[in-house]
């Protein structure tokens, strides 16, 4: 990109998400190694090219010692990454709380925990001042590196209330909000008790941005009806003051993909997986170890398949990939149990002395290995393991209760070539591909 007369455009960006493109992991007092991290998040964003951008995060580490934080601090500042040092206590009550077992079950239509429908129990009030205080912090470190003419483009349900925090700081702040899950109903965003405030919070930004219109819709109408704002068709005006409110449905960098399948080790791997399943149809699944994401569903399904069309039981093979994720929050423990247990069920019913139908990887030893190469190399070896996978599977199934704009689909559609497989996408999905 250039400007008219021919000068690279140059605008500096200051990207800030809960968390860094990479995650830490300890090796030493001093000493630290980097991984990519997982999630829809951090892959659509890896595609941002056309600015000078500086990523402001968490690492997804406590590390309370200061030796430890300046160590950290140089290794992530050679990856463009600025690290915003979070402690247990505010992990425990902002992240896992507040962010992942209340705003996120409930954007996703999943509703409020039993215990948190009453604004007046302590966890959710003390869970919700973390929030504010986690995000504050975020805004802290913004501010210290903000530079005049800056552009600050915050993401996620995380960060609702940074926009706010940041024109604080500064009025003139250039500040952009943009949500990578649904933006519910106004009638479910309704039952949060912390509604208005956090609506209040995002309204701060100059820019809100959604995937889809019926999200931006979402959020407008939320806005109208319980802060009894004016929606017009640039977004919310507050008193003369227009936050305008778009979609910009997220896509991937296919061209990336595409390059990757002709490097000589990822033939290799495709070579080895296709003997590995000669003579079997391969489904393959992809996904964080979310509820959103149907995984039980799935594989309950597959089940049903294999009882009903004894023919295919020993001529089809279900890869389910499933990046465990939020292992700290309960409902996620129990999702891995529960996911486990079915595996086990299946595999005992219809596997044989040589064969099972289903192989469940949930060993993010390995990804960690293959992210360590990632950190070393530029290279994304998370989405490696995929393009082996994409390029052998004959159909792809995406079972997602909701999701925000799930990208595993795109993934798999840019490495067909001659392939030619196959994508279920749940119904949702399907409208939303058709749209791209
Ligand atoms: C989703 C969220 C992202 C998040 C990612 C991984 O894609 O929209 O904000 O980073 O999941 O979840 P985690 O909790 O590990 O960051």
């Not at 966890?123 to 973390?130: D, L, T, V």
């Not at 008790?193 to 939320?222: C, I, N």
């Not at 995984?295 to 069309?309: D, S």
């Not at 389910?320 to 129990?334: H, L, N, S």
Request: charged residues 25%; hydrophobic residues 40%.
């Amino acid at each position: 990109w250039e400007w008219p007369d021919g000068r690279p455009v140059r605008q500096r960006l200051l990207v800030v998400a809960n968390r860094l493109p990479v995650s830490a992991v300890r090796r030493g007092e001093e000493s630290w190694s980097l991984e990519i991290s997982a999630g829809g998040l951090v892959s659509a964003l890896l595609g941002v090219k056309e600015f000078e951008a500086r990523w402001i995060g968490w690492a997804g580490v406590n590390v309370p010692d200061e030796a430890g934080q300046k160590a950290l601090t140089k290794a992530l500042a050679e990856k463009r990454c600025i690290p915003v040092f979070l402690d247990e206590e505010i992990v425990h009550q902002y992240y896992n709380g507040y962010c992942n077992n209340i705003l996120w079950p409930l954007f996703h239509y999943l509703g409020l925990p039993q215990e948190d429908r009453l604004a007046t129990t302590r966890s959710f009030q003390s869970q919700f001042a973390a929030y504010k205080k986690a995000n504050k912090m975020f805004a802290d470190v913004v501010n210290q590196h903000y530079e005049d003419g800056d552009v600050v483009w915050c993401h996620d349900y995380h960060l609702m209330f940074l926009p706010k925090c940041l024109k604080e700081y500064n009025s003139k702040m250039k500040v952009g909000w943009f949500l990578h899950t649904p933006f519910p109903s106004s009638e479910i965003h309704r039952t949060l008790p912390s509604r208005s405030e956090l609506l209040r919070a995002v309204l701060a930004a100059d820019l809100v941005g959604f995937h889809t219109y019926d999200y931006a819709r979402h959020f407008v109408s939320a806005c109208t009806r319980i802060l009894g704002l004016e929606g017009t068709p640039e977004g919310v005006e507050d008193h003369g003051r227009l936050t305008r409110v778009a979609a910009f449905p997220i896509g991937i960098d296919s061209e990336r993909f595409i390059r990757a399948l002709e490097l000589p080790q990822v033939q290799e791997h495709i070579k080895e997986l296709k003997e590995r399943f000669a003579g079997r149809k391969v489904m393959l699944g992809v996904d964080r170890l979310d509820m959103i994401k149907g995984i039980p569903q799935k594989i309950l399904a597959f089940e049903k398949f294999l009882e009903e069309n004894t023919y295919w039981r020993d001529k089809v093979v279900l890869l389910q990939i499933a990046v465990p994720t939020r292992t700290d929050v309960p409902e996620y423990q129990k999702l891995t149990s529960q996911v486990h247990e079915i595996v086990g069920r299946i595999n005992g019913r219809f596997g044989t002395l040589t064969a099972v139908p289903i192989h469940h990887l949930d060993r993010s030893l390995d990804f960690h290995k293959l992210c360590a190469l990632y950190a070393v190399t530029g290279t994304n070896y998370l989405h490696l393991v995929f393009f082996y996978c994409f390029k052998i599977v004959d159909v792809a199934l995406v079972t997602s209760l909701r999701d925000g704009m799930n990208l595993v689909s795109y993934e798999f559609v840019a490495c067909q070539d001659s392939k030619k497989g196959v994508l279920i996408l749940s119904e949702k999905w399907t409208s939303l591909l058709l749209l791209e």
